[in-house]
């Protein structure tokens, strides 16, 4: 288990128990009644076939753990109470999940329910994103924040305003200035009081991968002088009593708590200045970032690792908060976070099977050829005899590229070239250097199941499930089953450009999990912030006014579409809603709206048109 230092990245939850398999600790410790559960048997039961008991299913497999969720979600909870008690906070703790970094149903739905207790709410940042976030939170608490972030179009700001209607504590979250129109508009036709956010730029940058959309010149929040003007206009149209949540967000995975501190503070004198401007502030969102441990080092290295606990992080939260309100004389505000990468990642694991091993194969050179390659190459011999294992390197890597360059210019035949690598083997063995690396393949999509390694190469711990009681006696990179040539992972955790893995038996199944991937690679791999797939149109030339003649139109995925691939049912979420409405006008005792034909105050109307709508901005307003 040290190997794959699965007590570093792994802890509370993975461990390895004696009979080598991987072990899991949903909970987060081995308090009984609850029993260790072997990862191994849960794949066997799921992969059996069904006549021999198990479920059928078919490899990628990703198995979840909802009490890792749980566990997650009440540490993280646990950790801000425990700062704001010993610090003497003046208000609370009560964050959101971005439901961006896993948008599936039954997380959403799990979420709620556990944080519920303790008012945690959803981040929405696109339209099917808020749909699904309204219709979970009809089961959790009253108060929890539903946090509307994203560029938004006029739909998007109806279907927030929409949510104050239904009872949902619902912040709009300004990231742009002309937003602020939409909302001001919109209100007023819906008849509806908005509770209104901002997200600043802030001054301080994180530098690594995540935070290059931070800072100054970063894509989302707006300026100072931006903030300023919101302010003013918010002040003229006697709405400055809606401004009360002031966010940033300096990207994720922030690499320590004095980066952390940085922008807090920073964040916290803007909003120090907003109360001082006559906003009733009432929030601070210090957005996610709160980062993990994917190689179980705890040194802070770019992307890979964060040097601090939960504790230290919520400590340095609430530390820079209440000291800068305190030296401005202001009254604490509730603080909330958007963690999505601390709460979901643990949860699940991505189990997939080695279907071949392929060794690299080095063939006997023929004494000729050895004799004729050999040639002119006496400080080669001599470095092997010697047993220097650097010039015999260099030697081998010169004489090699002069074959391939013989054998471009037709001077060398394939047999000979066939010889010099046969050679290369020979003298990497003969020098002790040999490594040979074995190619894994495994049954999956690397683009679909890790993007996030495809394409900004994040490291995950991947770990054979089973047989870790064995010395591995091989060392392989992983290729996926798909025809790209970069399916393939050639760098793990550690910087190592191979892992120790075993020597597949020719009748058994090797078995190997990816650790800590429970937030983004599903929803990137599916649709990132259910942004569905794209319209497609065949076009052809023609002799019609236009020169060209669309032969098929296929439309994009609709928000239930999208909806519906993370198993949320739009139909059933619909009916949610409209009864919420019913249920919202009995409590409030009042009359329908007596504009019911309005189409701006017709609630039922609305939800009908979001759920048929593109999820994608609409370019024009509406
Ligand atoms: N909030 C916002 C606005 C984000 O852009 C992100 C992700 O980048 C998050 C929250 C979640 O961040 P993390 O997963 O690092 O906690």
């Not at 025809?483 to 892992?499: N, P, T």
């Not at 139109?553 to 409209?578: F, I, N, W, Y």
């Amino acid at each position: 288990a040290s190997l794959y230092r699965i007590d570093g990245w792994g802890a509370p939850y993975f461990t390895a128990n004696s009979s080598g398999n991987i072990s899991v600790r949903p909970h987060g410790s081995d308090t009984l009644p609850h029993q260790d559960i072997d990862l191994l048997k849960v794949v066997k039961n799921a992969t059996d076939s069904i006549p021999s008991g198990g479920l059928g299913l078919q490899f990628p497999l990703i198995v979840r753990f909802p009490d890792v969720l749980k566990n997650r979600l009440e540490c993280l909870q646990s950790a801000f109470d425990l700062a704001v008690k010993s610090q003497g906070y003046g208000s609370h703790y009560q964050g959101v999940y971005p439901v961006k970094c896993n948008q599936d149903r039954f997380i959403v739905e799990d979420i709620v329910k556990f944080g519920s207790p303790f008012r945690f709410g959803l981040e929405a940042g696109s339209k099917p994103e808020i749909l699904l976030a309204m219709s979970c939170l009809c089961k959790g608490n009253p108060d929890a924040f539903l946090v509307c972030n994203g560029f938004k179009d006029g739909e998007y700001v109806s279907l927030a305003l929409l949510g104050r209607k239904l009872a949902f504590n619902t912040m709009i979250v300004l990231e742009q200035e002309h937003e602020l129109d939409l909302v001001i508009d919109l209100s007023q036709k819906m008849n509806v009081r908005p509770v209104i956010g901002l997200r600043a730029k802030l001054r301080t940058k994180q530098t690594n991968h995540y935070g290059s959309y931070s800072g100054e010149k970063g894509k989302f929040g707006l300026t100072s002088a931006q903030i300023v003007h919101v302010v003013t206009k918010l002040s003229e149209f006697g709405m400055l009593d809606c401004l009360e949540l002031l966010h940033f967000h300096i990207g994720s995975m922030i690499p320590s708590t004095s980066l952390l501190s940085d922008g807090v503070s920073e964040a916290t004198q803007l909003y120090c200045e907003l109360v001082r401007l006559g906003a009733h502030m009432k929030v601070i969102d210090v957005g996610g970032g709160l980062g993990i441990d994917y190689d179980g080092s705890k040194s802070g290295e770019a992307d890979q690792s964060v040097t601090y606990t939960l504790e230290e992080y919520a400590e340095a939260v609430v530390s820079s908060i209440r000291y800068v309100c305190d030296q401005r004389s202001v009254k604490h505000p509730v603080i909330c976070s958007e963690s999505g990468r601390a709460i979901v990642s643990h949860h699940s694991v991505l189990i997939f099977e080695a279907a071949s091993a392929v060794k690299p194969v080095a063939h006997q050179p023929k004494p000729d050829d050895i004799q004729f390659l050999l040639e002119g190459e006496e400080d080669l011999y001599a470095a092997v005899m010697r047993g220097d294992q650097e010039m015999s390197l260099l030697y081998v890597e010169q004489l090699k590229h002069r074959c391939v360059e013989g054998f471009r210019n037709g001077v060398l035949s394939i047999e000979q070239l066939v010889s010099v690598d046969g050679l290369c083997e020979w003298v990497l063995k003969a020098i002790g250097g040999s490594d040979p690396v074995q190619t894994y393949n495994m049954n999956l999509s690397i683009f679909t199941s890790t993007p996030d390694h495809w394409g900004m190469g994040q490291l995950f711990p991947i770990v054979p499930i089973h047989r870790l009681d064995q010395k591995p006696g091989a060392r392989g990179i992983l290729s996926d089953l798909t025809c790209d040539s970069d399916g393939k992972i050639v760098k793990f955790i550690g910087g190592e450009s191979s892992l120790p893995l075993h020597e597949k038996e020719s009748n058994g199944r090797y078995l190997l999990g990816l650790f800590l991937g429970g937030s983004y690679e599903e929803s990137m791999g599916g649709g990132h912030n259910l942004f569905g797939g794209p319209s497609v149109v065949r076009v052809s030339q023609s002799e019609g006014p236009h020169g060209f003649v669309v032969t098929r139109a296929v439309p994009g995925q609709s928000t239930s579409d999208v909806l519906r691939a993370v198993q949320h049912e739009p139909e059933l979420m619909l009916q949610t809603l409209k009864h919420r409405e019913e249920e919202v006008m009995h409590t409030k005792g009042g009359d329908q709206e007596e504009d019911d034909e309005n189409e701006y105050k017709n609630v039922a109307a609305c939800l009908d048109r979001s759920f048929l709508n593109m999820p994608y901005l609409a370019t024009e307003e509406g």
